[in-house]
């Protein structure tokens, strides 16, 4: 009797453990699909790049809170066909339309709009294999409308590795590159935002930033800005992502972002205070939780396009 109690006890131990580990699993599952991993490299000289367009200033001051552009963009969406010689990937005419329609959304506060010029196919079904350093300057070279916005659509960007999408800065080419399934999310907005010049909000700009953070993962933050917005104590405009009003991200040490949109603290900044990153910033790799840009960074893009962009039609 007593041997039966006790193979019950391990067993019951067993089963409780196994639910633990499956929870975990499932958890950690849950986390990875909460991340939308950017392909992006960050020009070496950006810091540099970025005070000769706007110097040290306070965004907020840099232009009006009403500032309109009255910009319109044009795409030109190149699709790579499949082996079926199909577009492949769930991707449809409606899905182009919603992505126009989400940049269109995402940009009406400085009255900044996109329209989809064309859409072209790309036959070379093995380009759905995308990798940055081989497919990106053969298709560029071969499909590319000058002075518009070139969009990319794949099945698979293998390099960089774990990217749903990569963009160039302004001064590089003007292309964009997303994964199919990731066209009707928020992943063309947050691509775009590096069109226009915007750093992820866990970047640093008061270093070397990292010329890929596909897949961060060191030990501290990427990040020495402070959680402080206090006058006296603040470095949100020289660290970070250089804005006041993105809070400071401490990426990837935030991958315990909870849904919809929580997150789980525990990393602090050099002064002791926790961070609370900006989940909902479409700079984020949050996926779920984007939906708004801040009014700093809408003033920085509409400098850059004024600067930077105009010669795209």
Known sequence: MKQTKILFQVLLLLVVWSGIVTAQTNTLQHHAALIDRCGTETPANYRTWRNSVVGNRNMVTTLKHDTCLNKKFSVVFYVVLDSNYQWGGGLTAASLTTCINNLNNAFKPICVSFMNCSTAVIPNFPYNRWYKTVTDPIVTSNWYTDKTINIYLV???????????????????????????????????????????????????????????????????????????????????????????????????????????????????????????????????????????????????????????????
Not at 228 to 239: A, D, F, K, L
Not at 269 to 288: G, H, L, R, W
Request: charged share 15%.
């Open 155 to 313: 099945d698979t960007i293998k390099l960089p590795s774990g990217a749903s999408g990569y963009a160039y800065f302004p001064g590089g080419k003007d292309a964009i590159v997303i994964e199919k399934n990731a066209i009707g999310g928020t992943t063309p907005i947050h691509e775009m935002g590096h069109f226009f010049g915007l750093v992820h909000t866990f970047d640093d700009i008061s270093g070397p930033i990292p010329t890929s953070t596909v897949v961060p993962n060191p030990s501290q933050p990427l990040t020495t800005e402070l959680v402080t917005r206090s006058v006296t104590g603040r470095n949100c405009y020289t660290n970070g992502d250089g804005f006041c009003d993105t809070d400071a991200d401490c990426f990837s040490q935030s991958v315990s972002a909870l849904a919809p949109c929580g997150f789980l603290h525990g990393p602090k900044d050099a002064s002791n205070e926790y961070f609370i990153p900006p989940v909902d910033n479409y700079m984020t790799y949050y996926k779920p939780c984007r939906c708004r840009f801040t009014q700093e960074q809408y003033n920085f893009m509409a400098n850059v396009i004024l600067t930077q962009r105009l010669y795209l039609h």
